[in-house]
């Protein structure tokens, strides 16, 4: 399939607009070409540029074509686009060049093009060129012209596309695939556009522990666990037809259909029924719909009750009862938990024995903790487990453990910076924490910075006011100090003095404790 821009370049939707050069100038005709080709001129094998891509959305084919076209000045009346399909008689452009230079766009352009190159127009690809090369001669703002013809053209593809990827995000069904081997999952769908390279990654985050595949009649995606990879088209009768969830799943659909807000037109609008015969609830329907009328009067017959007054005692007392009875129990829940904010690789347990006199309670772990799975191995580690043994403290007879069970960080590079946990992700975890105590048993609780203190007390209390002994409203002793990463963020100046008053406050700690053990 070949396309190329209407043969007067101005033309877009029945309005004409005058081709301009860099500085808004009209452009210039070539030497020997007329307006016509009753002038000689018009359209010659010679003055056409001819670029194909590949079928589906190429995206990527597009912006190299695009980045080479317009750094050559090859305006768009001159561009042959061919979508799959062998380059014929006017050649081809081969991929842009790394001395092809970069194109000067709006950022807005950029979303644009991504949003629209999954159309199946196929005139995406010389609209979209006649965007870019608009806005490249002089019509920088062109974007904000909505009334525009071409750019009011391109935003209607533009939804369309989000339209087909959210019906396919909520209408896709995958069936459990029966065999030996490892469980996999496999789902037909038929999309409007070329959207499955856009819509994959939506499915990756939501199911990223399954093994699936997507078939569609255009291409196929895979994701093993790992990685994402994509196929050849698929066929229908390749998905099964039924798996023993649906069973279950149409079930819960029908206990919650209301029959009284029964809206067909509402609900072919929402739910199209070209995706019908591919979602296992949609088989219940006509008949939900038939009974609607009846069941809908014999609820408004049915007499009023009061709401049934539950004893929330009987719960309560059965929560009790699931609740962890001993600190490796308690650890195996917290293991077994997802991180709060997504990205830690795993959940980094308390160390040290239970009983110990001294607990230390620190913000979250860090980089280095979160790849080791042990608390205070890193850089502010190292510098408290320094200060503990010049002020007298052995660490491996006190309990370390962080308010946070599971690192929050801001990747930058190849590096992840430490994020301070907000007031509602401590609030997550003190529920851990309190356990966690309660099994260690310590006298004396050292809460190191304002998040530790956030965490064992329920308030923000500013540690330069509250340095020293704290009375927490615990079976357990509290004392309140900085965190030791505070001192390797000061200045190379002020390092000793606080290092210095750091240590101080941990041999007061170790007497404290002495005192509490006698």
């Given at each position: 399939?070949?396309?190329?821009?209407?043969?007067?370049?101005?033309?877009?939707?029945?309005?004409?607009?005058?081709?301009?050069?860099?500085?808004?100038?009209?452009?210039?005709?070539?030497?020997?070409?007329?307006?016509?080709?009753?002038?000689?001129?018009?359209?010659?094998?010679?003055?056409?540029?001819?670029?194909?891509?590949?079928?589906?959305?190429?995206?990527?084919?597009?912006?190299?074509?695009?980045?080479?076209?317009?750094?050559?000045?090859?305006?768009?009346?001159?561009?042959?686009?061919?979508?799959?399909?062998?380059?014929?008689?006017?050649?081809?452009?081969?991929?842009?060049?790394?001395?092809?230079?970069?194109?000067?766009?709006?950022?807005?352009?950029?979303?644009?093009?991504?949003?629209?190159?999954?159309?199946?127009?196929?005139?995406?690809?010389?609209?979209?060129?006649?965007?870019?090369?608009?806005?490249?001669?002089?019509?920088?703002?062109?974007?904000?012209?909505?009334?525009?013809?071409?750019?009011?053209?391109?935003?209607?593809?533009?939804?369309?596309?989000?339209?087909?990827?959210?019906?396919?995000?909520?209408?896709?069904?995958?069936?459990?695939?029966?065999?030996?081997?490892?469980?996999?999952?496999?789902?037909?769908?038929?999309?409007?556009?070329?959207?499955?390279?856009?819509?994959?990654?939506?499915?990756?985050?939501?199911?990223?522990?399954?093994?699936?595949?997507?078939?569609t009649p255009e291409g196929s995606a895979r994701w093993d666990g790992t990685s994402l990879?994509?196929?050849?088209?698929?066929?229908?009768?390749?998905?099964?037809?039924?798996?023993?969830?649906?069973?279950?799943?149409?079930?819960?659909?029908?206990?919650?259909?209301?029959?009284?807000?029964?809206?067909?037109?509402?609900?072919?609008?929402?739910?199209?029924?070209?995706?019908?015969?591919?979602?296992?609830?949609?088989?219940?329907?006509?008949?939900?719909?038939?009974?609607?009328?009846?069941?809908?009067?014999?609820?408004?017959?049915?007499?009023?009750?009061?709401?049934?007054?539950?004893?929330?005692?009987?719960?309560?007392?059965?929560?009790?009862?699931?609740?962890?009875?001993?600190?490796?129990?308690?650890?195996?829940?917290?293991?077994?938990?997802?991180p709060l904010v997504p990205g830690a690789t795993q959940a980094v347990l308390g160390e040290?024995?239970?009983?110990?006199?001294?607990?230390?309670?620190?913000?979250?772990?860090?980089?280095?903790?979160?790849?080791?799975?042990?608390?205070?191995?890193?850089?502010?580690?190292?510098?408290?487990?320094?200060?503990?043994?010049?002020?007298?403290?052995?660490?491996?007879?006190?309990?370390?453990?962080?308010?946070?069970?599971?690192?929050?960080?801001?990747?930058?590079?190849?590096?992840?910076?430490?994020?301070?946990?907000?007031?509602?992700?401590?609030?997550?975890?003190?529920?851990?924490?309190?356990?966690?105590?309660?099994?260690?048993?310590?006298?004396?609780?050292?809460?190191?910075?304002?998040?530790?203190?956030?965490?064992?007390?329920?308030?923000?209390?500013?540690?330069?006011?509250?340095?020293?002994?704290?009375?927490?409203?615990?079976?357990?002793?509290?004392?309140?100090?900085?965190?030791?990463?505070?001192?390797?963020?000061?200045?190379?100046?002020?390092?000793?003095?606080?290092?210095?008053?750091?240590?101080?406050?941990?041999?007061?700690?170790?007497?404290?404790?002495?005192?509490?053990?006698?």
């Open positions: 399939m070949k396309t190329r821009a209407p043969s007067d370049p101005t033309v877009e939707d029945g309005h004409t607009q005058t081709a301009r050069g860099q500085h808004g100038a009209p452009l210039p005709k070539e030497e020997g070409r007329g307006d016509s080709p009753a002038e000689g001129g018009g359209f010659g094998t010679s003055s056409l540029d001819a670029v194909d891509l590949r079928p589906g959305a190429d995206l990527d084919g597009f912006r190299g074509a695009a980045r080479r076209l317009a750094g050559r000045g090859v305006p768009p009346e001159r561009v042959l686009w061919s979508i799959g399909e062998t380059p014929g008689l006017f050649g081809a452009q081969g991929p842009a060049l790394a001395d092809d230079p970069p194109l000067s766009l709006p950022r807005g352009v950029g979303a644009m093009v991504g949003r629209v190159v999954p159309h199946r127009d196929p005139e995406r690809y010389a609209l979209l060129y006649g965007l870019i090369w608009r806005i490249l001669h002089g019509e920088r703002r062109l974007l904000e012209v909505s009334s525009d013809p071409l750019v009011h053209r391109l935003e209607r593809m533009g939804k369309a596309i989000a339209r087909d990827l959210h019906k396919m995000h909520a209408f896709l069904r995958f069936r459990r695939v029966e065999g030996d081997g490892p469980e996999r999952f496999v789902a037909w769908f038929e999309p409007d556009h070329h959207i499955l390279g856009a819509a994959a990654p939506f499915f990756v985050e939501r199911f990223r522990s399954l093994n699936w595949t997507i078939l990879a994509f196929g050849p088209p698929g066929r229908r009768e390749d998905a099964p037809e039924a798996d023993g969830f649906e069973a279950g799943w149409r079930d819960y659909y029908e206990s919650t259909f209301n029959p009284a807000r029964t809206n067909l037109a509402a609900m072919r609008a929402e739910m199209p029924k070209k995706y019908w015969r591919n979602m296992p609830e949609t088989a219940a329907i006509p008949g939900l719909v038939r009974q609607a009328a009846a069941r809908t009067g014999a609820m408004i017959e049915r007499e009023p009750q009061m709401p049934v007054k539950r004893n929330p005692a009987r719960a309560v007392a059965a929560m009790a009862d699931q609740a962890p009875d001993s600190l490796e129990a308690l650890n195996a829940v917290i293991r077994r938990s997802e040290g024995p239970v009983g110990a006199t001294i607990a230390f309670v620190g913000e979250q772990p860090g980089d280095q903790e979160d790849r080791q799975g042990r608390p205070f191995v890193g850089p502010a580690g190292q510098l408290l487990a320094r200060a503990m043994g010049e002020a007298g403290i052995v660490r491996g007879a006190a309990y370390l453990t962080n308010a946070v069970k599971h690192f929050k960080f801001e990747e930058r590079g190849q590096r992840r910076i430490h994020q301070k946990p907000t007031a509602g992700e401590v609030s997550h975890y003190r529920w851990w924490l309190e356990r966690e105590l309660d099994f260690v048993a310590p006298k004396l609780v050292v809460a190191l910075g304002a998040t530790a203190v956030l965490a064992l007390t329920g308030k923000a209390i500013p540690i330069t006011r509250a340095r020293g002994p704290a009375d927490f409203a615990k079976p357990f002793q509290g004392f309140i100090t900085v965190h030791p990463s505070y001192l390797l963020r000061l200045p190379d100046a002020a390092k000793a003095e606080a290092y210095a008053a750091f240590v101080d406050d941990l041999r007061r700690v170790h007497d404290l404790g002495q005192s509490l053990a006698a």
